[in-house]
């Protein structure tokens, strides 16, 4: 059974860092693609960032890019999201999610539909 579970969220002030994590575990050997999506209370679901497997490529939300950077370590089956100069409005729970990467991964990333493993989420709260 495919679990994906995230940790590191918590409180920060704006201007400041976390970085999360999303550990993964009963895959079959494949190719995976992850994403971060985050929803923000009273608001959808929304794409944050993804990488591909080799993590040669990265995409990123254009409210985050510049701040925030994803990688992974597969040899520790572990995707992380490093969050920098955070502001009130990244103040979400965040979710990581993974899927095969396909052709239509190149394609819809942005979307939820390439993933069909998602985590519980981690709540990510800035304040002033």
């Known amino acids: 059974q495919v679990q994906l579970v995230e940790s590191g969220g918590g409180l920060v002030q704006p201007g400041g860092s976390l970085r999360l994590s999303c550990a993964a575990s009963?895959?079959?050997?494949?190719?995976?693609?992850t994403a971060w999506f985050r929803q923000a209370p009273g608001k959808e679901r929304e794409f944050v960032s993804a990488?591909?497997?080799?993590?040669?490529?990265?995409y990123y939300a254009d409210s985050v890019k510049g701040r925030f950077t994803i990688s992974r370590d597969n040899d520790k089956y572990t995707v992380y999201l490093q969050m920098d100069s955070l502001r009130s409005e990244d103040t979400a729970v965040y979710y990581c999610?993974?899927?095969?990467?396909?052709?239509?991964?190149?394609?819809?990333?942005?979307?939820?539909?390439?993933?069909?493993?998602w985590g519980q989420g981690t709540q990510v709260t800035v304040y002033s």
């Open positions: 990488v591909t497997w080799s993590g040669n490529r990265k």
């Open positions: 009963g895959h079959t050997p494949s190719r995976y693609a």
């Open positions: 999610a993974d899927g095969l990467e396909t052709p239509d991964f190149y394609v819809y990333y942005r979307k939820e539909d390439p993933y069909n493993n």
